[in-house]
């Protein structure tokens, strides 16, 4: 693939973004598509959403967990970038029209007060790096057709691993001599239960998994950063969203976040 390609595909991305039409995912044209390639196209829709007056509020790992790569059919992790315009407070009211094929999900949050942007990040590393954890769900929106062919995570890599928006909790828990494997988590949809699962489903450890993309973006120039959010990954499978739909998820004692689509 070459640079006026990945520029191509990362400004489809971006268009596909504003008009909320989908596009066919990069794999199509060209299947041996590398992580390089795909981590450009990214950089490049990222760099649109930038120069339109985005900004960058953090990162994101996503399919971490077992259930979020059977739904996907993709077996490692994607990552990406998130941001501050489009972080919402909890209990919001989100516009459905502003979303294609969204589809929630739910995760710990961290605020770090520490950069990462050592080598080998461990668990260790990351527990003395957070500053606070913290209730959160995550909007995912494919901006890529997914019924032509299989999709790769090279493809999902490219679409900014589906980061649409993210809404926060109100209750910040300090992480110290916490085990975030035994964090519960309790996924409603319209006041009915549809899952529960804890921490251990996002990579044994959400800690774990923000050390996997630590060291992913370390190996990418472009360490986690004080002072970003950091989405560890859900530990339930996604659900669709319909007009209308009221997500809450409980934390334990670690809170909880809601919203609702209208």
């Known amino acids: 693939m070459n640079k006026a390609e990945i520029n191509m595909f990362g400004e489809a991305f971006y268009r596909a973004c504003l008009s909320h039409q989908?596009?066919?995912?990069?794999?199509?044209?060209?299947?041996?598509?590398?992580y390089e390639e795909a981590y450009a196209i990214q950089n490049v829709f990222v760099d649109f959403l930038?120069?339109?007056?985005?900004?960058?509020?953090g990162k994101k790992v996503g399919l971490t967990s077992k259930a979020m790569r059977e739904a996907a059919n993709i077996y490692e992790p994607d990552y990406g970038y998130i941001f501050s315009e489009m972080?919402?407070?909890?209990?919001?009211?989100?516009?459905?029209?502003?979303?294609?094929?969204p589809r929630i999900e739910c995760e710990l949050a961290?605020?770090?007060?520490?950069?990462?942007?050592?080598?080998?990040?461990?668990?260790?590393?990351?527990?003395?790096?957070?500053e606070y954890v913290v209730a959160c769900?995550?909007?995912?929106?494919?901006?890529?057709?997914?019924?032509?062919?299989?999709?790769?995570?090279?493809?999902?890599?490219?679409?900014?691993?589906?980061?649409?928006?993210?809404?926060?909790?109100?209750?910040?828990?300090?992480?110290?001599?916490?085990?975030?494997?035994?964090?519960p988590y309790i996924f409603s949809v319209n006041?009915?239960?549809?899952?529960?699962?804890?921490?251990?489903?996002?990579?044994?450890?959400?800690?774990l998994?923000?050390?996997?993309?630590a060291n992913t973006f370390n190996k990418l120039s472009d360490p986690l950063r004080k002072g970003e959010i950091i989405l560890s990954g859900s530990a339930v499978a996604s659900?669709?969203?319909?007009r209308g739909d009221h997500f809450r998820c409980g934390f334990g004692d670690f809170g909880e976040v809601s919203c609702t689509f209208v």
């Open 110 to 130: 961290f605020k770090l007060k520490k950069d990462l942007d050592m080598p080998n990040v461990t668990v260790k590393d990351v527990m003395e790096a957070t």
């Open 22 to 34: 989908q596009i066919d995912v990069p794999s199509l044209t060209h299947p041996d598509i590398s």
């Open 137 to 183: 769900m995550e909007v995912c929106d494919f901006r890529l057709y997914r019924d032509k062919v299989q999709r790769l995570v090279q493809d999902s890599i490219s679409d900014n691993a589906a980061f649409a928006a993210y809404v926060l909790g109100d209750m910040p828990v300090p992480v110290k001599d916490r085990d975030l494997s035994l964090v």
């Open 50 to 57: 930038k120069k339109d007056g985005y900004t960058v509020s």
């Open 191 to 207: 006041n009915h239960v549809v899952e529960a699962s804890c921490g251990a489903a996002v990579y044994d450890n959400p800690a």
């Open 87 to 101: 972080a919402y407070e909890n209990d919001s009211v989100l516009s459905f029209d502003n979303f294609i094929v």
């Open 239 to 242: 659900v669709a969203v319909q």
């Open 209 to 213: 998994s923000v050390a996997w993309l």
